[in-house]
C-alpha cells in the first residue's frame, strides 16, 4: 500500500488558521484529502490512525487527531481513469457515518479526562481534529492497515487501543503511511 497526498505540508483549511465553519468549538474538523494506491486486493476493510509524536513533549503523550475502522474498501469508489487507486476526499470524516454506516470513528485526544472537554460531544472528540501545534512544527503520522474482515466489537467513540488490539486479532494484509507536516 502506498499513502499520499498532494501535499507535504498541511494545508490550513485543514489544520490551525482553518475557517470558523471548518471548526467545531474553535477545533479545526474539516478533514484533509488522500490516496491509496497499490491495496493488495485482499484487503477488504481499512483502518488508520492520525496522531503527532511530536507533542510528547508539550502534553504528555501522543495526540491523536483521528481514528477510522471498519471502512469496507468496497463502499469506496475506485476511478480508473484517476491516476490514483483511492481516493480519501476531503471532509471525509464528518461525512462518512451517512454515506458509510458500518464504518466507524474512535476518539481523539480531545476526549482525554485530562485535558477537561466536553466528552459527550461526539462531532468533537470522535471525528478528525486538525493539527493546532503550539510550539513549533510538528510531524504528523498517518498509518493505513488493510484487513480481510472487519474488527469485531468497535463501536463509534472505541479508543485507539481498542482498534489497535483489534488488528492483533484480524489477518492484516497490508499497510502503510505518510508523515506531514503541521505549521505552528
Known sequence: ???????????????????????????????FPFYIDHLNPAAKYLHWEFSDPDSIPVCGFEWIHWTMANLPVAAL??????????????????????????A????NSQASPLYGQDQQNLQLVAHYIGPQPPDKDH???????????????????????????GLERS??????????IGKC
Open 171 to 180: 489477518q492484516v494484509v497490508d499497510g502503510g503511511g505518510i508523515t506531514l
Open 1 to 31: 500500500m502506498l499513502v499520499s497526498a498532494d501535499f507535504n505540508t498541511i494545508p490550513e483549511q485543514y489544520a490551525k488558521n482553518a475557517p470558523e465553519d471548518a471548526r467545531v468549538d474553535g477545533v479545526p474538523c474539516v478533514s
Open 104 to 107: 466507524v470513528q474512535g476518539r
Open 77 to 102: 469508489m475506485f476511478d480508473p481513469s484517476d491516476a490514483h487507486a483511492l481516493q480519501i476526499p476531503p471532509d471525509f470524516s464528518r461525512r462518512v457515518t451517512a454515506m458509510i454506516p458500518e
Open 139 to 165: 510531524r504528523y503520522v498517518l498509518q493505513i492497515w488493510g484487513t480481510t474482515s472487519p474488527i469485531e466489537g468497535l463501536k463509534p467513540g472505541f479508543w485507539l487501543n481498542e482498534m489497535l488490539h
